[in-house]
């Protein structure tokens, strides 16, 4: 695409449009939208203000909203910690120095506790309009991510109707508008149900409650002697509540049974409010809850006194201040945007070019994560917060081996860093129970723990469910890792903001309590005299030697990875703080001593404490390449021979694997600035996946109609992690540098991102055109060096281009790392491009505008 040179205004208000033909392509960019109403649920449209969740079905004859509330769970507080673990600890680590890896895994399961609390589904708000689908036309539902509104349209009989839907974070409720264009044509009843304990009572002709009893026990295997279990005696179990009113205009409500009639309205306005009992990871929400009906009723009272237009005019500034941060364009393929959703995956399936549906995926992960994670919510789980099962893949719990971090990859690079909070609110609870855990189950005084999968209730204790479960296998639940890995978190926060209060009073604190525990936990490899961790996995893989499947050993590369990365933070930290010198030092003798990467025999990057890797293992997890994504610690630059490794380790693996495994593999690719490789996995991980086909949960990855991330089945990981690996493609910032275009894919010859963000609190815009870089704007928020690499040469219009001597201290530059190298092998090469560096100096608040020479 010839572009031409346009100021930023010009360019900010035409460019990003002018990719596309006609206004009514152009409002189908930012659409989710179809033909017929969804029939399953990953058919459904998502909308979510972070503590209501609903899935918009969109239906004729009835329209079904599936609810969710952020703290439905099941269960209580119970950690679950393991007092046998100090007596067995020493057992296990002898016998994994011993060698004996079989015996140390039938030990540890003397160490498990019991899996975690489920998410569950609140209810369903029915509108039943007793209508036959077949006679309606001109249908269409769509959501629309330019301002989080859901919306319907179809004639029916002569008469168009029109259903507007959202949830407003604002105001804390969902509002729902039919409009008809003929008077008195809107009559439906109204019903709330669920598929927990409940009653529906009709408070009055306008309003309906349902109060409802969460079960205080759900089962993790279906051969548990009992599945669901709820508390008659005692009221154990989470309460909740969810209210609806409804407004007419024209015509009445009555109150019918357990429902509402609606009949000869020429509007309605349906409120929803909703709420639980939930008081606290630490309280009991059936004996020591909060009383649902009062916030609930609060709520309604307050929002239902307003006016529509202004409930979702408020909705849509809320909602816009974050989604519009950020404006992308890949470019667009008109033909692509005449298609409903489903019809364009199915195209791009054949091999057609739609740019502007991978764009619109890209935002869709931003969409989710405004709609599923915001200040004071609880963080976002394995479905977000939408889930309609009672017992849902996984407890649709937080499982910490990858799922719960890759849904906050995104959160600060592409400036959405306040739905960064939720994680790290929960990290302060993980921090009081993980203590516990840490004393209890390891006899370790100091520092907190978290291992594979977590809850509502901020269970920090290993999963795995005793010794009475034969699937409860230490391949995942000997997993200590978990809290060190979510810190690495709130320092890529600060690395991001420069929020040196949230680094000392929040962060530092929880990076230090992490840190300690990993050095009580290190212990020394009497063999290699280095600190290894023991017992230990790389998540969820086996080792095979000799025909033989083994699940634990020592100094898995993950666990040295996440220590590294963990004590590298504190380090620095302590540093930008000016605090805590002599806990610094402990670190730096630690790290010193940290069992170091291994190159193996096939030029791999050695995923075990010994060369035992094989070549032809297709495992989703690949583990070992922690440091090269979401680590800092290799790259192309700074550690050639280990990023060589890793490309030979992801060439091993293949692509195709689960949905967030694929993620995965883009941003690792991106790392490796091969935009080709992390293209085609994008392309992999849009393969339509029918919900209505039965599909094994490791068949590959792909997405669901609605672009939920199929792993299968629905997981949400897929959707952020794609996301921020589109960024990575496009801008990255982990190497001491702001790295432009650094994985510019073939099919992206021309484009544009605005207002995405590189550590140090840079704002970006790029606008590429011919495969290059044409120009860029660079925000400083703070002021500071900014070292800059692109691959033209470039100018500064703003400043003279000068070499700084003090680099900016938020872009660290990466160390170089012991490695022990298997002598035998030869290396992948790395297609490095040629590139160029400046430095120049920043003032904060200033706009800097770079071009090519
Ligand atoms: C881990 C992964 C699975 C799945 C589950 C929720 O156990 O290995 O693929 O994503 O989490």
Redesign the pocket.
């Known amino acids: 695409m010839n572009k031409p040179k346009i100021s930023l205004f010009v360019f900010l208000s035409c460019v990003f449009a002018t990719f596309v033909g006609n206004t009514q392509e152009q409002e189908k960019l930012l659409k989710l939208w179809y033909r017929k109403p969804a029939s399953v649920w990953e058919e459904a449209l998502p909308l979510g203000n972070a503590k209501t969740g609903a899935m918009v079905f969109g239906g004729i004859r009835v329209e079904r909203y599936q609810l969710n509330d952020n703290t439905l769970w099941s269960g209580f507080p119970n950690p679950g910690n393991n007092p046998n673990g100090p007596r067995v600890l020493p057992q296990v680590r002898k016998a994994i120095f011993e060698g004996d890896y079989e015996k140390a895994t039938s030990l540890w399961k003397q160490m498990q506790g019991p899996y975690s609390a489920r998410y569950l589904p609140l209810g369903d708000l029915l509108l039943d309009f007793h209508r036959n689908d077949s006679l309606a036309s001109f249908y269409q539902r769509d959501l629309d991510l330019d301002n989080a509104v859901s919306t319907v349209k179809y004639t029916y009989q002569g008469v168009s109707y029109t259903r507007e839907s959202f949830i407003s974070w604002p105001d804390k409720a969902m509002v729902i508008r039919i409009t008809a264009d003929k008077p008195g044509a809107i009559t439906f009843d109204v019903a709330l149900t669920s598929k927990l304990k409940y009653e529906t009572k009709a408070k009055d002709d306008d309003y309906l409650i349902l109060r409802g009893k969460a079960p205080k026990f759900v089962a993790n295997r279906d051969y548990e002697p009992k599945q669901v279990v709820y508390d008659e005696a005692n009221g154990e179990g989470m309460n909740f509540e969810v209210h609806v009113k409804v407004q007419t205009v024209g015509g009445k409500s009555l109150a019918n049974n357990n429902s509402l009639r609606v009949s000869g309205a020429n509007s309605v306005t349906l409120w929803l409010t909703e709420a639980t009992s939930f008081n606290g990871f630490d309280k009991s929400p059936g004996l020591e809850g909060k009383d649902p009906a009062r916030e609930a009723t609060t709520c309604m009272n307050r929002v239902s006194k307003l006016n529509y237009e202004d409930v979702k005019s408020k909705h849509i500034a809320d909602y816009t201040s974050l989604f519009h941060r950020v404006a992308i364009n890949l470019g667009n393929d008109v033909e692509a945007l005449k298609l409903p959703i489903n019809e364009r995956m199915l195209r791009l399936a054949k091999g057609k070019s739609d740019h502007a549906l991978l764009a619109l995926y890209y935002q869709y992960g931003r969409y989710l994560l405004i709609a599923s994670s915001r200040p004071g919510s609880r963080p976002t789980n394995?479905q977000g917060i939408w889930n309609d099962h009672v017992q849902p893949p996984?407890g649709s719990n937080y499982?910490t081996?990858?799922?719960t971090e890759m849904n906050y990859w995104l959160a600060e690079n592409t400036n959405l860093s306040e739905c960064h909070q939720p994680l790290f609110d929960f990290m302060k609870e993980l921090a009081v129970n993980g203590a516990v855990t840490a004393k209890v189950n390891y006899a370790i005084d100091t520092g907190w723990v978290v291992h594979h999968n977590t809850d509502l209730w901020a269970k920090t204790s290993p999963p795995g469910g005793y010794d009475w479960d034969p699937k409860g296998m230490p391949r995942?639940s000997a997993w200590p890792m978990a809290g060190a890995w979510f810190c690495t978190h709130l320092w890529e926060h600060y690395l991001y903001t420069g929020d040196k209060k949230f680094l000392k009073e929040e962060a530092y604190p929880l990076m230090k309590g992490a840190a300690s525990f990993m050095l009580a936990w290190l212990t020394e490899d009497p063999d290699s005299h280095y600190l290894v961790t023991n017992p230990s996995t790389s998540?969820?893989n086996t080792i095979k030697i000799k025909g033989k499947e083994y699940q634990l050993s020592m100094a898995s590369t993950m666990d040295m990875a996440i220590i590294r990365e963990l004590f590298n933070a504190c380090m620095h930290a302590s540093d930008i703080l000016q605090i805590d010198p002599n806990f610094k030092a402990k670190l730096t003798t630690a790290k010193a001593k940290l069992y170091p990467y291994h190159i193996g025999r096939y030029g791999q990057l050695q995923e075990w404490y010994q060369d035992w890797d094989d070549p032809q293992d297709k495992h989703?997890?690949i583990s070992q390449l922690f440091g090269l994504y979401p680590g800092n610690q290799l790259s192309i630059g700074g550690t050639p021979k280990l990023a060589a490794a890793a490309k030979q380790s992801l060439l091993h693996r293949g692509d195709v694997s689960?949905g967030?495994s694929m993620a995965w593999k883009t941003n690792w690719w991106a790392r490796l600035q091969d935009g080709n490789h992390a293209y085609k996995i994008l392309k992999d991980a849009l393969r339509y996946i029918d919900p209505k086909e039965e599909k094994e949960q490791m068949s590959g990855g792909g997405a669901y109609p609605n672009l939920f991330d199929a792993?299968p089945p629905f997981?949400i990981?897929g959707n952020f992690g794609a996301t921020a690996g589109i960024t990575e493609m496009l801008l990255q910032s982990h190497a001491g540098e702001i790295h432009l275009l650094p994985a510019l894919p073939d099919a992206w010859p021309s484009g544009a991102i605005k207002g995405i963000k590189a550590r140090g609190n840079f704002t970006v815009e790029i606008d590429w055109a011919q495969g290059d870089l044409t120009r860029a704007l660079i925000h400083s928020t703070l002021g500071g060096t900014c070292r800059l690499r692109t691959s033209v040469p470039v100018k500064v219009l703003e400043t003279t281009v000068a070499k700084v001597s003090v680099p900016n201290d938020l872009l660290i530059k990466p160390e170089e790392l012991p490695i022990v190298e298997n002598q035998q092998t030869s290396l992948q090469t790395l297609h490095v491009k040629e590139t160029y560096v400046i430095d120049f100096p920043t003032e904060k608040g200033k706009t800097y505008t770079i071009v090519p020479l």
């Open positions: 394995l996984w499982t081996n990858i799922n995942w998540p969820e989703r997890h689960t967030w792993h997981q990981d």
